[in-house]
């Protein structure tokens, strides 16, 4: 299982108060865990990735075991921790302002 932490406003969306556990089928990449999370939770498709495309969101950024890993591969295996549940897969919304 694959802890999954959203930011506030999509964990209200998706009515969870903490962590989310995903089961993923297959190799576990950025792309098959935003799968599950989609399927389970199919009020926030289009939230994280847009819908056609299935790209990042702008405004959000995706960290993992101290490491950004917004700009990696959707394909990309995610991080043994993250795989084995030691280490959740962020969710961060970015912050801008002068």
């Known amino acids: ?3 999954l932490v959203l930011p506030f406003h999509l964990r209200t969306l998706a009515s969870v108060q903490d962590e989310i556990m995903l089961e993923v089928k297959g190799t576990a990449t950025q792309a098959s865990l935003l799968d ?3 399927a389970r939770y199919p009020m926030l ?3 994280v990735r847009d ?3 299935k790209k990042r ?3 959000l950024r995706f960290y993992a075991c101290g490491e950004d890993l ?3 591969p959707p394909d990309a295996p995610l991080p043994d921790a993250v795989i084995g549940g030691r280490e959740p897969f962020l969710v961060i919304g ?3 302002g002068g």
Do not use: D, K, N, W
């Open 1 to 3: 299982m694959i802890r």
């Open 36 to 38: 599950a999370l989609e």
């Open 45 to 47: 498709c289009g939230t």
């Open 51 to 53: 819908h056609t495309s």
């Open 57 to 59: 969101r702008p405004f």
């Open 70 to 72: 917004s700009h990696q």
């Open 94 to 96: 970015s912050v801008a």
